[in-house]
Every structure is written in C-alpha cells, then in structure tokens.
C-alpha cells in the first residue's frame, strides 16, 4: 500500500472539526492535513517499521518515566501545528509545562501545539523528500530537537532550531547513540535497536 495524497480546494477546505471526524471515521489511516490543504493518507506500517517504533517509542518513555519531564506519544497521535497541518510523528515528546497548560479538551482531541522533540522513521513506503520537508516544519514551529531516521540507507538527520541539519552515516557494525542533548537531558539512544527488528 502506498501514501496517497489528495488536494482539497481553497474554497471547499475543512474545519477542524470536521478533519477530526474524518480521521475517527478512518482508523485504520494515518491521516495528515497539510497548511497547504492536502489530505495525505499513509497506510499501516509493516511489521518491520512497527517493531522500530515501538522501541524508539519505549526507550524515550522509560527515560520520561525516570525523569517526568513531559509526555511521550507514539504515531497514532495527531498533533495541530500552529501553521494549521496536522500532522503525526513516529515519536513525539512535549516538555510538561507544556502539556499542563492544555485545556481537557485540546488533550483529549488534537493538541494544538508542535512537540518539543519528535522522530520520524523512515518506513518502506516513504518518501525521503517528504520526510525531509516534514521535519523541517516541524524545526519552523516550534521542534527544539528532531531526528529523522532512515535504516534503508543508514543515515541520521539532526534537526536543530537556527542550524544547518547535521547528517551522520553509520553501519551495521558501528551504530551511533544519539543524545537527547538539553532538550530531554540525559537520554541516550543507541541506534542498534533499530536495525535488527
């Protein structure tokens, strides 16, 4: 299966309520709204993809549970940028602080704010473009840290407010760890998890 991408006209556009009773009333997608206006439908993961987020996922959640420094989200949470995308990473950290300053309902719905930290995992289906051009909206609302990953050509984009994004290439036999830097102080991950799912 393979992302499909559908323009909504000016004229016609969604509401946010009605984005989210799209997305309630198809689960089984993963449904990003572009500022741009464009529905973007990404079909599940493979099991290989699911194996690597649900271990990102978990390191950064047990360092979060140590610290109680924020919140941890997996992929199924949709977030509304302060440019007007919704949009949903692999792996989303937002500082406490921040979340507590939510309303029930903004926590209960969408959050309306971008994460303080994110991950996207480049899967089968990907496109490395987009991905690129995603993580850099989230560097231009607001992300202080995000790392996109890609184990089909063994590379670690960085993505920094106000700095060139660094690229690190690693191997199989000499996988990087990553420091959560002072965004999420104290974690380190070691990107072995990733490539043997």
């Known amino acids: 299966m393979k992302t499909v991408t559908l323009s909504i006209p000016p004229n016609v556009g969604l509401t946010d309520e009605q984005f989210y009773q799209i997305c309630l009333a198809n689960d089984e997608w993963r449904i990003e709204l572009t500022a741009e206006g464009e529905l973007i439908l990404m079909p599940p993961t493979g099991g290989e993809s699911g194996i690597r987020n649900s271990d990102l996922t978990t390191d950064l959640n047990l360092w979060n549970r140590q610290t109680k420094l924020g919140k941890v989200f997996d992929s199924s949470t949709e ?35 971008c994460p303080d930290f994110v991950i996207e995992l480049r899967s089968e289906s990907d496109s490395l473009t987009k991905l690129r051009s995603k993580m850099q909206e989230y560097r231009d609302n607001g992300a202080r840290l995000g790392w996109l990953i890609d184990p089909k050509t063994f590379l670690v984009e960085i993505y920094r407010p106000g700095v060139e994004v660094e690229i690190i290439n690693f191997s199989v036999d000499n996988p990087p760890q990553l420091s959560g830097e002072d965004v999420l102080p104290g974690f380190i991950l070691d990107l072995s998890i990733i490539l043997n799912p």
Do not use: C, I, M
């Open 79 to 113: 977030f509304h940028l302060p440019n007007g995308a919704y949009r949903s990473p692999d792996v989303a950290w937002v500082k406490l602080e921040r979340w507590e300053a939510l309303t029930a309902e903004q926590k209960r719905r969408f959050p309306p704010l």
